[in-house]
């Protein structure tokens, strides 16, 4: 009897055990079929956002490219209609550009520095500064710039890539090299050699314009800018500021500016070879003496002989008889005779 009871005590236990197993596999089987389907969901929304991604890039690339187009056939319609490029502009013009919108980045309101064709190297540093405070990448630098070329820059621009559609995608060094080479190539070619022969010719503020522009193209220290200022004022104002000892180039050029103003202001002085430092307590310059002239007389003039003249009368008669040709004076008989 025990041993009935204990067999069929296992053949429950048994039963329950194949049915524990099974149950484990079935939900195993459950588990690994979501786990697949999960996975190919992801597989699908992955691969649907990729493709909504690269949707959103063709949208956008297209715009900018519509956008470039657009500008540059208006540029090339108004370049065709009014002939080449003017300094100054029209009154309607001038109304048409502050009607369209300007260029703001999604960073900054900076607005992009625009170029014609002339101050290269001014646009340059510009360009640059522009670049950094926007953080722009390298691959949008060339359609950045490309919208705010104008006059001979947006056709050479044009002509450029043009040429180089063969040769692919064109990186912003080689598109900076090539506008260098055409717009600021023969600009400055030696600014060195340039900024040594720069002389004065007309006021110290033009050539301290020139001067400065020159410099900032060249590696030339401070000690060394003061020393060619100096050498290529004018001689009258070179001599009269390195007198005063400038120590920077920004107290040379007011030195300059001050001795040139007193100069223009003193014409009618005659030159002196003195010099007083700009700094000390003399408020006049120094003049040299020079006399007066005599006025004309108003009376008339005498005359330069007396209208009655004496004969001088001898000591001696030997100086009678050295000089026969002296008047003889009467006495005074023969005065009475003659008057009878």
Known sequence: MGDGVTTHIQKEMAALQQKQDAFESRMEAKFQQLDSRVDSSMGRMQSSFDQLTLEVRRLMESSLKRIGDESSSRSEANSVEKGPPQN?????????MDTQPRPYTKRSKLECPRFEGSDFFGWHSKIHQFFAANETAEHDKIQTIMMHLEGRALQWHLHYMKTMEL???ISWPTYLYAMRERFGCNEYSNPFSQLVALKQS???????????TLLNLSKCSEDQALSIFLTNLKPEI???VQVNHPRTLSQAVNYARHIEFLLANDTSQAYSPVFFPLTSNNSHAYTPY?????????????????MITYPKSSPSSSSKSSSPNSPKIPNREERDARRK
């Not at 007309?202 to 400065?212: L, M, Q, R, S």
Request: glycine share 4%; no cysteine.
């Open 88 to 96: 100054s502009r029209s009154d309607a013009q001038t109304s048409e």
């Open 167 to 169: 040769a692919g995608e």
């Open 202 to 212: 007309g006021t110290v503020d033009e050539f301290f314009d020139a001067f400065e």
């Open 238 to 240: 070179s001599r009269q």
């Open 290 to 306: 020079q006399p007066r002239k005599k006025l004309p007389s108003l009376l008339p003039t005498a005359p330069t002989t007396p």
